[in-house]
């Protein structure tokens, strides 16, 4: 019966092989590496197909400036890239074109691919070209005006872009290198994890300090001990973006698909590099808040809503249940200056990411119904500034803000 | 009835049996399809912590059983009554959907002991054949305690049960159950806290010469990791465990131990919402086919597959295989044939103690597991000679709840609503405990189940048809053990002790335990078992049963401990002999 299953699983790889696939006999080395450099670049978060296995896009990306189709990049030559030649992908890659010449928006994170390598765009296009084709025609054309005017975005590119591959820093370690090229090349995590400016720029001043988007707050990332991972040991940051679960933490909302189809999948040697990287690099953060003293009002509501509603999983004493239940003390996600995060997580609830060395994925349940804004601002408030947490007191009006928000975003 | 492709593995309900079955199969590199007559059910999902607590509808209304439209029984106490079917579930609560009643139980997770195994030859040889009571059809089991130890271990550890050992290899550790069978691993998280009523417990019990230890249990102290990898949470003795799905990820069921590593396996394959109606058989009859099953949309569907695996609730498995004329039916007149033969439940009673008012037990701080038991009186552990019935029960002391609705214990006399209600709830309901037991249900030539003649169900399939009364042996034991109960209970300080005897005849509207067993009894032949000592048909060899049908009689414990462990002793068998020479007996009748 196994050697039946076998056969199956065999005949069925044979015949996609023989189908619209591409993969050119003799370029397995270069299609293997560009394999992962997909992984490294987390593409299927955002291309991912209605078929849930491919890249054949067409899912909206939110942005601030309105919603952007994502485009099929599968081999098919009337609805993907198959027509795609290597200097036109490169182009793309590095500098936000199109074969014909028109541009790409930044939410195609080519601010960020631009430090990738020729050679690496070639592997990673080696690799599209072996995937079969998936025909599936995306409407591209979903920005309200005027941001659907592409030109716009020469003038953008002026004011936000510098194209330039990655050049390593020989005054520092082959790993710390190796790290930096992944963070601000393929794994493009500044897109979520930096501000941006009016336009949608990079505040660059404030690389890797967090940044809103989607609903969420993508916390500060840099060496900071309060509000970044200076915190963190090197193994806790492995562990989490191996796993998406440490003691501290759980992956959830858009950083689950991180994980999920990215970070989970790299080797540990790159997820190393990753930690060392960001701890290395320097902490930026704004000065800590004195903490809401224990005796206010709000606190001590906020007090006993936590006891009531949160203590049972997070305990009393925000200590948490390791791999399972998020450590809310010396949190530093729920003490970043800007509260989407905590709120959206307290008012919708949210799945943490399953993977295979964690498959549990525990969720944190929806109270948006239970609290009122005043409530679930106190609890808020006292979450992010008990057991040695300090942060900015959360308003009954920020919560009142964030039901709209949630509303627009079904969990 | 369209035709599907062939699968390697058909799996019948997708509840503890059936989820292990398929994980473990499904990594074998089996494809595997499981078919669950219920809905899609998972923690995040389904049991949030800011809706489960909800006894109205959860316990009142009994949100997450089976419907009895969907399908009930007719039961009644003697061959010479007509049966009536069951319009409501009272006596026991069938659970529905995937991870079946792994989502509602309490949780008490026992092993049992080595002379239950070979009950019968144990029970002559040292009273002699003419001490079994008239008419009892007890029999050993085909396979041993020794044999089932490493599965009862596995299976412990995958629930992470919480406890105390008490037998290690031989050697009895203070703390734990001496009479126990021996244990090669202490239990995987350490047991609950006791709450007062347990505390209470183990002093009186002591002072009496009995052996007191905690209940081991489903709800896991500890957070804790199974070999799978799958997480769990402390208990937090939020007292919505039992007729409830857990939200903390503390009570071992599919859901928080098998399914989130099942369900990333790409080779297997749910169905939910879809009701297996019948396992097909070659024409020569030796032979599954598969089976067939309807839809929710009411399509008939045929899944072919090389083995069947009947995983459905146990009084379901020994239906199915009524309905699909596997195996020869049962006749009490004859004593001929196997199928719905011995029949068992079990009996359970105790009593209750009223304390005074500066007794607060607070049992709403209750786990479904948090007790503190006695084992001296279960088994055979005390000579029966004298008393003159066989079996016995564990003696228990719980603290499961004290929900709102219906944890409102008021003293005999008091009127059911109304002002004096009210005073009488406030002045005795958390002055009150209760010393129970879980006591064994022995099998009888009368007591069996058959397809009922008159009542179908939906499907126009005949009901099964349940006959059983709890007789005198059973009553006798249990009267024994509820004397015991109330001795404990004065030891503990009660003021006042009701003794709560159990009494015939069986009654199918109050709950009693959803503890059925028999019907497809395992055996070590075809005249006395419906499957070998490997869970294997005896007729036909490519279809395996799991579940307490599979019971020849019930000992004095909840039986899911059990189920666990005879689903890993299968599936022993069935990757590591069968699968090498599919299709044959592993036992030759």
């Not at chain 2, 109960?485 to 069986?506: D, F, I, S």
């Amino acid at each position: 019966m196994r050697r039946a299953a076998l056969l199956a699983a065999t005949l069925v790889a044979a015949s996609m092989a023989g189908g619209t696939a591409r993969a050119e006999p003799d370029n397995y080395t270069e299609a293997a590496r560009g394999r992962y450099l997909t992984v490294l670049g987390d593409c299927m978060a955002c291309h991912i197909g209605p078929d849930g296995q491919s890249l054949a896009g067409g899912h909206l990306l939110e942005t601030p400036f309105g919603k952007i189709s994502v485009p099929n990049i599968t081999p098919d030559n009337d609805t993907g890239i198959g027509r795609w030649t290597a200097d036109d992908f490169h182009n793309a890659m590095h500098n936000g074109k199109r074969p014909d010449g028109t541009h790409l928006y930044p939410a195609f994170p080519y601010t960020s691919f631009t430090r990738m390598s020729r050679a690496d765009n070639d592997a990673v296009l080696a690799y599209l070209r072996s995937r079969p084709a998936v025909e599936n025609r995306v409407e591209r054309d979903t920005l309200p005006f005027p941001f659907n005017i592409r030109l716009l975005m020469a003038g953008w590119n002026w004011l936000n872009f510098t194209p330039g591959e990655f050049r390593p820093d020989p005054q520092r370690s082959a790993e710390f290198n190796r790290g930096a090229y992944l963070v601000e090349g393929p794994g493009h995590c500044g897109l979520c994890h930096t501000p941006r400016n009016l336009i949608g720029g990079d505040r660059d001043s404030e690389h890797l300090q967090g940044g809103a988007l989607q609903g969420w707050f993508a916390p500060n990332i840099t060496a900071d001990a309060r509000l970044g991972i200076g915190d963190w040991s090197q193994e806790e940051i492995v562990a989490y973006l191996r796993t998406g679960h440490t003691d501290r933490t759980a992956a959830s909302g858009p950083m689950a698909e991180v994980v999920a189809y990215s970070t989970s999948q790299m080797t540990e040697e790159d997820l190393k590099a990753i930690a060392i990287y960001l701890r290395e690099r320097g902490a930026a953060a704004p000065p800590a808040p004195p903490a809401v003293s224990a005796e206010d009002p709000r606190m001590r509501a906020g007090e006993a809503v936590y006891a009531d509603t949160c203590a049972a999983c997070h305990v009393g004493n925000g200590s948490g249940v390791a791999g399972m239940f998020p450590r809310l003390a010396n949190n530093q996600l729920v003490r970043q200056d800007d509260p989407t995060g905590i709120l959206r997580v307290v008012l919708q609830g949210s799945r943490s990411v399953a993977t295979p060395e964690a498959p549990t994925a525990p969720a944190m349940p929806s109270l948006g119904w239970r609290l009122n804004d005043q409530q679930a601002a106190d609890v808020a408030t006292y979450i992010r500034n008990s057991w040695g947490n300090a942060a900015p007191p959360v308003t009954p009006d920020q919560v009142r803000k964030m039901r709209e928000v949630v509303a627009d975003r079904p969990g | 009835m369209s035709r599907l492709p062939k699968k390697d593995v058909v799996i019948i309900g997708l509840g503890w049996t059936g989820s292990i079955m398929a994980h473990e199969l499904a990594q074998a590199g089996l494809d595997v399809v499981a078919i669950e007559r219920g809905p899609w059910r998972d923690t995040a999902s389904d049991y949030n912590i800011g809706t489960a607590p909800d006894e109205l509808r959860y316990a009142i209304r009994q949100d997450i059983f089976l419907r009895p439209a969907q399908e009930t029984l007719t039961a009644r106490n003697t061959p010479d009554q007509v049966a009536l079917p069951i319009r409501k579930y009272g006596s026991f609560l069938p659970g529905n959907g995937v991870g079946g009643a792994g989502v509602h139980w309490n949780g008490h997770t026992w092993r049992f002991m080595p002379t239950d195994f070979n009950l019968r030859s144990h029970l002559v040889g040292r009273y002699g054949e003419g001490f079994l009571p008239e008419h009892s059809t007890i029999q050993d089991w085909p396979v041993s305690y020794d044999e089932l130890e490493p599965h009862y271990d596995f299976f412990e550890k995958v629930c992470g049960i919480s406890g105390k050992a008490g037998n290690l290899r031989g050697v009895t550790q203070a703390g734990g159950n001496p009479f126990e069978g021996w244990r090669s691993d202490e239990y995987p998280t350490p047991p609950l806290k006791p709450n007062l009523a347990q505390n209470l417990f183990h002093k009186a019990a002591t002072e009496l010469g009995l052996h007191p230890f905690p209940l081991p249990g489903a709800n896991v102290s500890t957070a804790y990791t199974n070999p799978y990898g799958v997480r769990m949470a402390p208990c937090t003795y939020c007292g919505f465990c039992e007729w409830f799905g857990c939200a903390n990820y503390s009570k071992s069921s599919p859901q928080t131990c098998v399914l989130p590593v099942l369900m990333r396996q790409t080779n297997f394959e749910a169905r939910t919402l879809s009701e297996v109606t019948k396992i097909n058989l070659a024409p020569d009859g030796k032979t599954a086919t598969g089976v067939t099953y309807v839809d929710s949309a009411g399509r008939e569907w045929e899944q072919p597959a090389d083995l069947v695996l009947l995983c459905a609730y146990s009084l379901f498995n020994v239906r199915l295989l009524m309905l699909s004329g596997i195996g020869t039916q049962y006749d009490p007149a004859t004593g001929k044939g196997t199928l719905g033969r011995n029949y068992a439940y079990q009996t359970n009673a105790g009593s209750l103690g009223y304390f005074d008012k500066d007794t607060h037990f607070n049992h709403f701080a209750g786990a479904g597991s948090l007790g503190m038991m006695a084992d001296d009186f279960n088994g055979d552990v005390f000579d029966h000679g004298p008393h003159g019935f066989i079996g016995g029960a564990n003696l228990a002391c719980n603290s499961t709840n004290a929900r709102p609705i219906s944890s409102r214990v008021v003293p005999p006399g008091t009127p059911r609503w109304g002002a004096r209600w009210k005073k009488a709830t406030v002045e005795t309901a958390n002055h009150t405990a209760n010393v129970g037991s879980q006591g064994s249900s022995y099998s009888y030539r009368d007591c069996y189940l058959d397809l009922d003649p008159t009542y179908k169900d939906p499907l126009g399939r005949p009901l099964m048809r349940m006959t059983f009364d709890f007789k005198e042996n059973e009553l006798k034991m249990s009267r024994f053990i509820v004397d015991r109960t109330a001795e404990v209970m004065q030891a503990m300080g009660a003021k006042q002790v009701v003794k709560n005897y159990k009494r015939g005849p069986w009654d199918v509207v109050p709950y009693q335990t959803t503890h059925n067993t028999g019907g497809a009894v395992m055996g070590n032949t075809p005249e006395d078992s419906v499957v070998n000592r490997y869970t294997q048909h005896w007729d036909v060899p490519n279809v395996f049963v799991s579940g307490a049908c599979l019971f020849p009689q019930n000992a004095g414990y909840n039986p899911t401990g059990t189920v666990g462990a005879l689903t890993y002793w299968a599936l022993d068998a069935i990757k590591n002999r069968y699968l090498k020479n599919p299709g044959q007996p592993m036992v030759q009748a």
